[in-house]
RNA sequence: GCGCCUGUAGCUCAGCUGGAUAGAGCAACGGACUUCUAAUCCGUAGGCCGGGGGUUCGAAUCCCUCCAGGCGUACCA
């Protein structure tokens, strides 16, 4: 409908300027708005006052240019006017928008979708939490958000895989390895001390237990050095185990999952240490080796192996991202803690160092969540061991509370997640506000189907049948065409709470039409119209919630 | 000190990359269930968009500056 109206905006200067109404060819961006207050149209467009200085004219004058000059052959504007400083708007005619529904039936699943991905292959890492401990509530964050970015852009058109990169080496993998041994001799009667930077949690004797089940007192016999590597293995592997069935429950899925371990077993950070040696901007200085990201925009340069010989985190890190690359994707997201933030430059400058454009990588950085109850912070702390997880969260409130409260907010903006909100059944908690949409429709279509089939081949072949003339009617069906332009947004920028406030007004505006406006009536051309108007709701809000990760259910 | 993020109604947040009279929900107040699910709806009230400068026809939005809060600033991850 935009579209249809830029068009002819166009036509209307084009033909303006022949007429001689216009003195100037050259016209600027034309862009149509839909303007927040209902008395301003459906549609206006600033293009008279952009083109002021250029035309030499007043705004008004060139509005009037316009419309003298405007063609309307299928009868879609109702009325316009030249309004304020020179803004022009548009009044559509109610069967104009009809369309719009039809098309939500003909493209049903993937109503909403655009393929402005064109198949570009994307790869979105997220979570990636280490395999230390459970997933907490900043982790669900992550993964409700990543998942759903995943989920825009794949429905969008882009070919995406979803990753999870663990950190299955390195010093706090030892530590943990550490942690379980201690509770295991603990286990055989040897008490010793447990230091403060040891992982503290419940699970961890858990491990210890099941190991010992297992292996009774065999690892006292073995060196302690193995004996702590096999403990690594064991509890990291477990505690992934965990995370992957906490992920399944959220219905976070991933396409791979990458070890860390890996890169060294495969050479690759040895390779691109030495790659970057030969370009001379890695060098030594103090016994230990330093990438110059300075040179990229780093405020300093930054270690890769220190003066023990051992590689940083941020060595293997590099190796990652150069990975990613060379598996050919087009673009690479990361969503990190927000705490990482100073880590965004230096691995943009090993990815320009390597020869890659930095802006096919993209950080999505994520702002705390404060878990509360009643209004109350809870403490947190993984290393104590004192904290709710992932999974306890999702057992308290569900899965499609906490993942809607998640996506509810930008990820810009710090989260309060209170656990005593996100169990309520009111407008506090807006879930079931969009949620409780679908479950209405589908109850007036489970009751409409008693009497009569439901049956809308009229309207296949001829829409404008349809008896739709009430203004909640139609806020409804202009709300609906603007579904696609809202995920085609939310997939340019990354941000799935568009989606989220997009259903929620939708919603509203469902709500209001249900309580003024009978569907089932005795009118048998309006009850068939009013169906179908609601069913293309109901298609609407199933395919909103699906790109979150949230459930559309049938009744509730 | 430097860097990133944030500052919008009493509270929690939107604001479509510059548009017209700044919007929702909660809380407050007043209404609507013999009715397709009241997990809902309707109405009232509530604002120097942190402060100050600038850019232009036009600024919550862009630039500068100051103030406040959060995070980061390791040969930790």
């Not at 039936?105 to 570009?120: A, M, T, V």
């Not at 965990?242 to 429950?249: A, H, P, R, T, Y």
């Not at 899925?253 to 050479?267: A, P, V």
């Amino acid at each position: 409908m935009k579209l249809i109206i830029k068009n002819i905006i166009i036509d209307a200067l084009e033909k303006a300027y022949q007429a001689k109404l216009l003195p100037s060819s050259s016209f600027t961006k034309i862009t149509i708005e839909e303007p927040k207050i209902e008395s301003h149209g459906d549609f206006s467009t600033n293009i008279a006052m952009t083109m002021a200085s250029i035309q030499k004219m007043a705004p008004k004058k060139i509005a009037e240019a316009i419309l003298s000059s405007i063609d309307d052959p299928d009868n879609i504007i109702k009325d316009t006017q030249i309004a304020g400083p020179g803004f022009i708007n548009f009044f559509i005619n109610t069967k104009a928008w009809y369309p719009s529904l039809a098309k939500i039936f003909r493209e049903d699943l993937k109503f909403g979708s655009e393929n402005i991905g064109k198949g570009k292959k994307v790869q979105i890492e997220f979570v990636s939490a280490n395999p230390t401990g459970p997933l907490h509530v900043g982790h669900g964050r992550g993964a409700a958000v990543g998942d759903a970015v995943a989920r825009i852009l794949s429905f969008a058109g882009y070919n995406v895989k979803k990753e999870y990169y663990v950190n299955d080496s390195g010093r706090q993998i030892k530590t943990l390895g550490t942690s379980v041994f201690l509770r295991y001799k603990s286990i055989l009667g040897m008490d010793d001390p447990f230091p403060d930077d040891c992982y503290q949690g419940e699970y961890i004797i858990d491990i210890a237990k099941n190991i010992y089940n297992d292996k009774k007192d065999a690892l006292l016999k073995t060196d302690e050095k193995s004996a702590v590597f096999y403990c690594s293995k064991i509890a990291a592997k477990d505690i992934l185990t965990g995370i992957k069935k906490d992920l399944n429950s959220f219905d976070v899925i991933f396409d791979n999952w990458f070890s860390e371990q890996s890169l060294f077993d495969s050479g690759m950070v040895e390779k691109t240490i030495k790659k970057f040696k030969e370009q001379k901007i890695i060098y030594e200085k103090d016994g230990a080796l330093w990438f110059k990201t300075t040179d990229f925009g780093d405020e300093k340069d930054r270690v890769v192996i220190r003066g023990n010989g051992i590689t940083t985190y941020f060595a293997s890190d590099i190796a990652y991202h150069q990975e990613k690359f060379l598996r050919g994707y087009d673009e690479v997201i990361d969503v990190w803690g927000a705490d990482h933030h100073g880590y965004i430059q230096r691995i943009k400058a090993s990815i320009e160092a390597s020869g890659t454009d930095r802006k096919k990588f993209h950080v999505i950085l994520i702002q705390l969540v404060n878990l509360l109850r009643n209004g109350k912070q809870i403490a947190m702390s993984t290393r104590s061991g004192q904290f709710i997880s992932l999974k306890d969260v999702i057992d308290e409130v569900g899965k499609d509370a906490a993942r809607f409260i998640f996506l509810s907010r930008h990820y810009d903006s710090p989260l309060d997640f209170d656990l005593e909100i996100a169990k309520k059944k009111t407008n506090d908690n807006p879930v079931y506000y969009v949620q409780y949409v679908h479950a209405r429709i589908s109850s007036i279509l489970r009751k409409a189907e008693e009497s009569n089939p439901v049956d809308f081949s009229a309207f296949d072949n001829n829409i404008s049948e349809l008896l739709l003339n009430e203004i909640e009617e139609i806020r409804l069906i202009k709300a609906l065409s603007f579904y696609p332009d809202t995920v085609k947004i939310s997939a340019l920028q990354k941000e799935p709470h568009k989606i989220t406030f997009y259903l929620m007004n939708l919603a509203s505006l469902f709500h209001s039409y249900y309580n003024k406006h009978k569907v089932l009536t005795d009118n048998h051309a309006i009850m068939q119209s009013r169906l179908y108007l609601i069913t293309a709701v109901l298609k609407t809000i199933r395919n909103g919630l699906n790109l979150l990760g949230i459930s559309a259910p049938e009744a509730m």
